[in-house]
C-alpha cells in the first residue's frame, strides 16, 4: 500500500515561511521524481515543484521561483518544500505527488498526468 501524507500546512502571514513535508510509505521512491501542486477554489490544479529522483534537477512554476525550494532526503523517503515569502495567492491545497516507475533517468516531470500517487493535500492560507 503506497502512501504519501502531507504535513506543514497551516495558516501564516503575507511575507512569512512555512515548510511543507511529504513522508512516503509502503514503497521507496528513492528513485523517483517527486513534485508538488496546489489547487485553488475555483481554480485548476498547479504544477509548483518538481525534484529528480537524485535531487539534482529541479523546476519551479515562475509564480513561485525564486522564493520556493524543492528539496528531497532518500534516506527518509521524504520529499520538502520550503515556502518563503508567501503571498495570499498562495493559498491552496498544497499536493504531494509521486511517480510510479523508478527510473535511472534523471526528470523533472510537470503534468499531474505524469504523476501516479497523490497524497490528501494539506492546506495553506496566506493571509494579507
Known amino acids: 500500500q503506497v502512501q504519501l501524507v502531507e504535513s506543514g500546512g497551516g495558516l501564516v502571514q503575507a511575507g512569512g515561511s512555512l515548510r511543507l513535508s511529504c513522508a512516503a510509505s509502503?514503497?521507496?521512491?528513492?528513485?523517483?521524481?517527486m513534485g508538488w501542486f496546489r489547487q485553488a477554489p475555483g481554480k485548476e490544479r498547479e504544477f509548483v515543484a518538481a525534484?529528480?529522483?537524485?535531487?539534482?534537477?529541479?523546476a519551479y512554476a515562475d509564480s513561485v521561483k525564486g522564493r520556493f525550494t524543492i528539496s528531497r532526503d532518500n534516506a527518509k523517503n521524504t520529499v520538502y518544500l520550503q515556502m518563503n515569502s508567501l503571498k495570499p495567492e498562495d493559498t491552496a491545497v498544497y499536493y504531494c505527488?509521486?511517480?510510479?516507475?523508478?527510473?535511472?533517468?534523471?526528470?523533472?516531470?510537470?503534468?499531474?498526468?505524469?504523476?501516479?500517487?497523490w497524497g490528501q493535500g494539506t492546506q495553506v492560507t496566506v493571509s494579507s
Open positions: 505527488a509521486a511517480d510510479d516507475k523508478s527510473s535511472s533517468f534523471d526528470y523533472t516531470p510537470n503534468s499531474h498526468s505524469e504523476y501516479d500517487y
Open positions: 509502503g514503497r521507496s521512491f528513492s528513485r523517483n521524481a
Open positions: 525534484i529528480s529522483w537524485s535531487g539534482f534537477y529541479t
